[in-house]
Nanobody, 115 residues
Framework: QVQLVESGGGNVQAGGSLRLFCAASGSIFSKAGMGWYRQAPGKQRELVAV???????NYADSVKGRFTISRDNAKHTVSLQMASLKPEDTAVYYCNQRIGPYDYWGQGTQVTVSS
């Protein structure tokens, strides 16, 4: 079975930086699309960034120019480098893996940005 484990969350001041990591197991990682989503209390889960098996990236307008997604196929990991953080970035961040019609999710990691 696919397992996704996130790490790297924490508390930061506005304007600071943080890097999230996701380790994947139980699948052919190099063939999968990977992404980061986030969900704040009372809000719907929203896409933050995705990276295809070929390395093509896409970002939500709210994070363009501030966040960078990358993957390491040899290590079966995906990361999200976050810079110039804002209070509105506060949320639980989830790692996502897409294989054909199936989506798999990690347990999430909390990111809190203080003003």
């Amino acid at each position: 079975q696919v397992q996704l484990v996130e790490s790297g969350g924490g508390n930061v001041q506005a304007g600071g930086s943080l890097r999230l990591f996701c380790a994947a197991s139980g699948s052919i990682f190099s063939k999968a699309g990977m992404g980061w989503y986030r969900q704040a209390p009372g809000k719907q889960r929203e896409l933050v960034a995705v990276i295809t098996s070929g390395g093509t990236t896409n970002y939500a307008d709210s994070v363009k120019g501030r966040f960078t997604i990358s993957r390491d196929n040899a290590k079966h990991t995906v990361s999200l480098q976050m810079a110039s953080l804002k209070p509105e970035d506060t949320a639980v961040y989830y790692c996502n893996q897409r294989i054909g019609p199936y989506d798999y999710w990690g347990q999430g990691t909390q990111v809190t940005v203080s003003s």
